[in-house]
């Protein structure tokens, strides 16, 4: 014990270098799973010296919330529907931006405690107590409030991800006014809090930036969901990083500030894809998740489109040179990865080219579909991003989209006033033939009606995305009926 307290920087530095191997490696599915392991290896290596290094811990209340952590996180992992992903990585986030605010509260609480024993009765007892500095006050400030607006926020991403009734979407002018207000005040007790150490502003503080949090995020629309998720979790990195500097812990430092700079930049890549700013995604509500109107009012406009049938999208697809598939969420929410799998290898077998094209902010959180493209074993090569595969369409016989919406719709190029104007796309409508599998017409998750769908080139084929897919595997094989 008394080695590992002194060394506990060593150990410390190795955990970090760990951390740092586990950003490398989760930058490319071929390195993730090393990567996962490196970060488990440095969790375990910043917990136990924490545990050692720690004065007079309360072991029995440490170990009982590590193990009951353990079995919730194991049992979650094990069952979780690949569907609800996003929504579980939206409410991960909040337990870290609750764990911030906690600390905060118990490093204030302590710290109030010290200062009424007063300094001759903790000199007694062999303890040399500092009042805490305006820095450390700082420290509590930015990690306590950047935690609870962290907190609300993603318990609301959450809600909006799994449709839970009480996470409405709210809107109109009175909306950014109140924002203003609420982020206004919090910043106010925050300052009044850092100057005086008063407790009555403290909370003040963190009850606004716990309304500020819900209050911020719920005018977001599910189509930048995407985004806020990323974002999410760099705060979470943040609010970490920032008690780190409360308790003096270098390793919480380090890790807090690779989850919050990664998570950053992951945000910054999203919204270059979609040709948004991230004021925008936040405070723009461009996508707002309600369906632009087409007509007047009670006029209903109807648009022509032409359907199919699985048996028909199978002689297509088993007669064409090359095959490009597109993800999205319908892949997902059919659980349908591993019959998209089998389809491409059948094709493979007859002598097609088949691809996979992923749209960076396709599904409901970053690299949805690549998670799901590896939970069924694609090969990495056959999974190409977005810059790398558009140049390709025009020369493609059959592009399968399987559930996408927004990332394929054709007026982010030709629609001066939709909402998703300049936003870069899968460009499967310059494809020689575009099929669409979909449960019906209904718009996609920013509400917005698709061109592509009433393409000449487009065949609709209506149904799970699974059983679709299987059928159209079975066409190909000669078993269907």
Sequence with gaps: MEMIREYADWFYLIGAVLFILTLRGLSGPKTAIQGNRYGMIAMAIAVLTTFFVADNPVVWMIVGAMV??????????????????????????????????????????????????????????????HEMSRVHLFELFVGCFVGAITFTASVFAYGKLAAKKWAKTISGAWVKPVQAIIFIAMLVFGFMFFSTGNMTAFWAMTALALVFGWVWIAPVGGGDMPVVVSLLNSFSGWAAAGIGFTLENNMLI??????????????????????????????????????????????????????????????????????????????????????VKELAN???????????AIHPVAGRMP???????????????DILEMDEINSDFPATDVVLVIGANDVV?????????????????????KARTIMVIKRSMATGYAGLDNDLFYNDKTMMIFGDAKKVVEDMTKAINGTGH
Aim: aromatic share 4%; with cysteine; proline share 5%.
């Design 68 to 129: 009951a952590g353990a079995v919730v996180g194991i049992v979650r992992a094990r069952t979780v529907p690949m569907t609800q992903m996003p929504e579980t990585v939206a409410l991960m986030h909040s337990l870290v931006g609750l764990a911030a605010v906690l600390i905060a509260i118990a490093a204030i609480i302590h710290n109030n405690k010290l200062i009424e024993l007063g300094p001759d009765l903790l000199a007694a007892n062999g303890v040399n107590f």
């Design 254 to 339: 380090v890790a807090g500030s690779l989850v919050g700079s990664s998570g950053a930049i992951l945000s910054y890549i999203m919204c270059k894809a979609m040709n948004r700013s991230i004021i925008n995604v936040l405070f723009g509500g461009a996508m707002g998740g309600t369906a632009a109107p087409t007509a007047g009012a009670g006029e209903q406009v109807q648009r022509n489109h032409r359907s199919g049938s699985a048996d028909d999208a199978g002689f297509l697809m088993s007669n064409a040179d090359s095959v490009v598939i597109v993800p999205g969420y319908g892949m997902a929410q059919g659980r349908a990865q591993n019959a």
């Design 346 to 356: 059948i094709l493979k077998e007859q002598g097609v080219t088949v691809r996979f």
């Design 367 to 381: 690299g949805h579909m690549n998670v799901l493209l590896a939970e069924a074993d694609v090969p990495y090569e």
């Design 409 to 429: 719709n054709p007026a982010a190029k030709d629609d001066p006033t939709s909402p998703i104007y300049g936003m870069p796309i899968l460009e499967a409508h």
